[in-house]
């Protein structure tokens, strides 16, 4: 009997695979994706500017609270400048 066996990655490459993005990002990825100091990001979650949850001893950031955070304090160029 003569079976054919795929490669590896021509079996990776014909599975769809579905990646789903975090719905939360502890502090250190945070820091990563705004680009800011750790202290600037305890800065905003002190005044409430960026949400966390809490769960444990873990801190979360919600991914869409930080997109809101980054739409309210985004600066719009004057294209004619």
Same mark, same amino acid.
């Given at each position: 009997? @003569?079976?054919?066996? $795929?490669?590896?990655?021509?079996?990776?490459a014909?599975?769809?695979?579905? #990646?789903?993005?975090?719905? /939360?990002?502890?502090?250190?990825?945070?820091?990563?994706?705004?680009? @800011?100091?750790?202290? $600037?990001?305890?800065?905003?979650i002190?005044?409430?500017?960026?949400?966390? #949850?809490?769960?444990?001893r /873990?801190?979360?950031?919600?991914?869409?609270?930080?997109?809101?955070?980054?739409?309210?304090?985004?600066?719009?160029?004057?294209?004619?400048?």
């Open positions: 009997m @003569i079976r054919k066996v $795929k490669s590896e990655a021509s079996v990776y014909s599975t769809d695979m579905v #990646v789903a993005s975090p719905l /939360a990002v502890r502090v250190p990825q945070a820091v990563a994706m705004l680009g @800011i100091s750790r202290s $600037k990001l305890y800065e905003f002190q005044s409430g500017e960026i949400e966390i #949850v809490k769960i444990g /873990a801190t979360l950031l919600p991914v869409d609270g930080l997109g809101r955070f980054l739409e309210k304090h985004r600066n719009i160029q004057n294209p004619d400048a």
